[in-house]
């Protein structure tokens, strides 16, 4: 059996599903005959004392021979939720291939002019649907480009995110989570998981505003910053609240409420509207910060034919995005695989329909 063979067998053979309960249960399948080393593997798993409030329905089966291997409250029936992921990532690995890897590759027009220290031409930020792509990685793209000591570039930076579809969130998502995390949307040119950290300190003293910093750094959200700083106990009182204007669909975010003076710093993450041009802009801000003015602005566009590739990130292997989609139950990869298996099977525009 090959690599990509054992990884599908193994994801394919551990569909867990679990769910709370008041306490543990004899097993349906406990009188079973079933291969003793993994049984006795498997059965040490789920002792673990962290395990036994919940409800844990298992079973592994041999792609080879169809037998069934283990089995644990196998007959139950379990929402499926996020172990559907599994059927993503053995599919991905299969059409794909385990060595895969995506491609984010900026492009300048085929016609590029150099005089002195300018570069006239657009820059196209073209994605192709890496889930992990993040501001280092972009950041090490702009470092190419800056190499070519250009001082201006006389163009606009444009984002090419027509590898995949328009829609931007997944079938069923619910439509008033799409300000946090797990809900992101979905791009061809995804950065930072498409969202922004936002981290909150209390003010120097009672009454002041609380501070604000974001990361990464950038121009392409605004704050309205409410919340002040008071006396011990007054979270309680007026808690912290971090909201995106996301029903307007705007990158506007409004902190209210209180935070006790002496506090730590609190985190929350929200997502971006049109992640895409968040990229973009942030490929401009980056070459700024490292002396390199782009003179146009940031806009939705094609890369033209024969573009030229000025620099491309490869990403790590799709074994290695599998498993932090799985690991981390990540809602963004998933979908974005989806569309990647659906562009790659096609070789038209992706869609979570063709995947």
Request: aromatic residues 8%.
């Amino acid at each position: 059996m090959n690599r990509s063979h054992d990884i599908l067998f193994f994801l394919l053979s551990m569909t867990v599903c679990f769910y709370a309960c008041g306490g543990p249960s004899r097993s349906r399948d406990s009188g079973k005959r079933f291969e003793p080393r993994l049984q006795r593997s498997l059965q040490a798993i789920l002792n673990q004392p962290t395990l036994r409030p919940m409800t844990i329905g298992l079973k592994v089966v041999s792609l080879a021979t169809g037998d069934t291997l283990f089995a644990h409250r196998s007959a139950g029936l379990f929402h499926p939720a996020s172990n559907t992921k599994l059927f993503t990532a053995v599919s991905a690995l299969r059409i794909l291939g385990p060595d895969y890897r995506f491609l984010t590759t900026i492009f300048a027009d085929p016609d590029l002019g150099i005089r002195g220290d300018t570069l006239s031409t657009n820059l196209y930020l073209y994605g192709r649907g890496d889930p992990f792509f993040s501001t280092d990685d972009l950041d090490r793209l702009a470092g190419t480009i800056a190499a070519f000591h250009p001082v201006v570039i006389a163009g606009d930076v444009i984002l090419d995110d027509s590898y995949f579809d328009t829609v931007p969130l997944g079938e069923g998502w619910m439509w008033d989570d799409v300000q946090y995390g797990y809900s992101a949307q979905l791009s061809a040119m995804t950065i930072n998981s498409n969202c922004v950290q936002v981290k909150i300190m209390p003010g120097d003293a009672v009454g002041a505003p609380v501070a604000v910093r974001i990361s990464p750094s950038t121009a392409y959200l605004t704050f309205d910053v409410k919340a002040t700083t008071m006396s011990a106990g007054s979270e309680s009182i007026a808690p912290l609240r971090v909201q995106r204007h996301w029903q307007a669909r705007r990158n506007i975010i409004t902190i209210t409420g209180a935070l006790p003076l002496g506090a730590g710093e609190r985190l929350f993450i929200r997502t971006v509207e049109e992640p895409g041009l968040y990229a973009a802009l942030l490929l401009k801000e980056q070459l700024h910060a490292r002396g390199v003015y782009v003179t146009g602005r940031v806009r939705r566009g094609k890369t033209p034919y024969r573009a030229r590739a000025l620099a491309t990130h490869k990403s790590e292997p799709l074994t290695t995005t599998v498993t932090k989609m799985l690991k981390d139950s990540d809602n963004l990869s998933a979908e974005l695989l989806i569309k990647t298996m659906g562009q790659h099977r096609s070789g038209e525009t992706g869609t979570t329909q063709g995947g």
